[in-house]
């Protein structure tokens, strides 16, 4: 099953994805998890991409677009996979169109004072990828990844500045997608703003429903 995460910066799509991989077995394909990637890697696309991940402006679409048609060529891909922040502009969903067949694209919902709390709280840990929350999923121990025991970072687009951008970025060229998968038919919306384990049992009741 092939499936598109979408909702507003902070509404937990990766928390989900990260959750909903192992029930089916998918890869969780984030582009932001890869551009942030390349820019602790150094890499050639890190470079290119660094200022525009902190100031919390798009990628532009050419680039990203390429990035993502050659990751689904991989073969982890061939029993479906998570698309999570992407598409983010019409001309990226027109684009997947032309070499992905998507099932469906889930809408997760939360209030804008939520987001602003989920993101402004929000912790992660460079070396493991796991994200945090320092009040609604903290780790054992403060500041101090489960996993590999590195310490916890904020990412520079959560501070406030770049928050607000991003959300205002969403709102002008995310936002209009909602419409575009709602005329496809594909759109199913999920109330993000519950428990993780009640956000993911949502998720996979839409999409059992849809298959059945
Ligand atoms: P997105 O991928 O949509 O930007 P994340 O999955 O990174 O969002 O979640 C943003 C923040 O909110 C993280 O700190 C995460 O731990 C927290 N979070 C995610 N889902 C929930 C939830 N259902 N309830 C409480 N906090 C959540
Ligand atoms: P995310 O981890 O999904 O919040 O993405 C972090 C940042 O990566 C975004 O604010 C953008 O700068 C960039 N990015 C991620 N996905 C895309 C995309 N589909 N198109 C353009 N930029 C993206």
Redesign the pocket.
Known sequence: MNVIFLGP?GAGK?TIAALAKEKLSVPHI????I?RSAIKNETALGKQVKS??SS????PDEL?IDLVKERLKEGDTSGGYIL??????IP?AEALETFADIDFVINFTVERDMIIRRLSGRRIAKESGKVYHILYNPPKTAGICDITGEPLIQRD?DKEEAVIN?LEVYERQTAPLIEYYTENGLIRDVDGSDTPEKVLASFLTVIDEGNG
């Not at 984030?30 to 998890?33: E, H, R, V, Y």
């Not at 999570?84 to 502009?89: A, I, L, N, Q, S």
């Open positions: 910066p990766g984030s582009t932001g998890d551009f525009i991940l919390g402006e798009l990628v990203t999570d922040g992407f598409p983010r502009t990226q687009d991003r």
